[in-house]
């Protein structure tokens, strides 16, 4: 065991935060440390947002659902698809390049560049002592973040992390066993042995949730996939990535 390796394995989410602001000096690290993430083919498909407006804040909790902790803690960045500068690249250097800004595969680059850079930015924020919550519920209401933030056609906010020192530790949730994630050679296909995997992990979960709650909930992972997953969320996403000149071949 490192202490790089221990950071990661000793990941939680924080949900609560001192009234405590990052310093200039931690945030400029942490987005170099986001830079310094793999992006495929040298394209750097992503920009971060930083929040430190509390009215901007405010009104982006309300975006995401209510969630306080995106109004309150030290930083809140904001990691976006980019495209936008590579539609100016094409400019600069009298390069046809719409077809290839609006295939599937640069909109996957896009995400896949900004998802490494958030990585990297919330294991440098953890090793630095903070606490990190990652937040989808901007998506629930891109529209208007997107006004909020004045976000041009070709980017796209994926998702927000909010940084600052916690107030408290939050239990760890146990994540699926390897068997579940890590396959041999080729992919595991027999139903049988995975439900029997899944059925041993709900076991895990229902026993992490009585001890955290003191006996009062008690449910399964796999309880909660379905429940979850048996409404279709942000079903107007297709269209709003086309029309952001994402993903349109």
């Known amino acids: 065991m490192n202490p790089v390796i221990d950071t990661i394995l000793n990941h939680r989410s924080i949900r609560s935060f001192e009234d405590r602001p990052l310093t ?10 986001a830079q310094a993430a793999s992006t495929s ?3 750097q498909a992503y920009s971060i947002i930083g929040i430190t407006d509390p009215e901007k804040k405010k009104e982006l909790a309300a975006l995401a659902g209510n969630q306080t902790y995106v109004e309150s803690n030290g930083h ?10 590579h539609e100016l690249v094409g400019k600069m250097e009298q ?22 850079a958030s990585q990297n930015a919330a294991l440098a924020a953890e090793s630095m002592g903070l606490g990190i919550c990652y937040i ?3 998506r629930s209401n891109l529209e208007e973040v997107c006004k909020l933030l004045h976000v041009p056609d070709r980017v796209i906010p994926l998702f927000g992390l909010a940084v600052g020192y916690p107030t408290s530790n939050s239990s760890k949730k146990p994540r699926l066993p ?28 229902s026993s992490y949730y009585e001890e955290r709650t003191s006996g009062k909930r008690s449910d399964t992972w796999t309880s909660q996939m379905a429940y979850m997953l048996k409404t ?16 349109k071949k």
């Open 232 to 247: 279709p969320k942000r079903m107007y996403m297709k269209e709003f990535v086309e029309k952001k000149g994402f993903n």
């Open 41 to 43: 083919s040298y394209i």
């Open 24 to 33: 200039e000096e931690q945030i400029q690290l942490i987005v170099q440390c």
């Open 95 to 116: 390069t046809n390049v719409e077809e290839s800004l609006e295939s599937t595969e640069k909109f996957m680059v896009a995400v896949i560049d900004a998802t490494l």
């Open 136 to 138: 989808g519920g901007l």
């Open 76 to 85: 809140f960045f904001i990691f976006c698809a980019d495209l936008h500068r």
């Open 178 to 205: 390897l068997a579940n994630i890590y396959h041999d050679n080729q992919y595991e296909q027999d139903s049988a042995v995975s439900t029997q995997q899944l059925i041993q992990y709900n076991r895990t979960i």
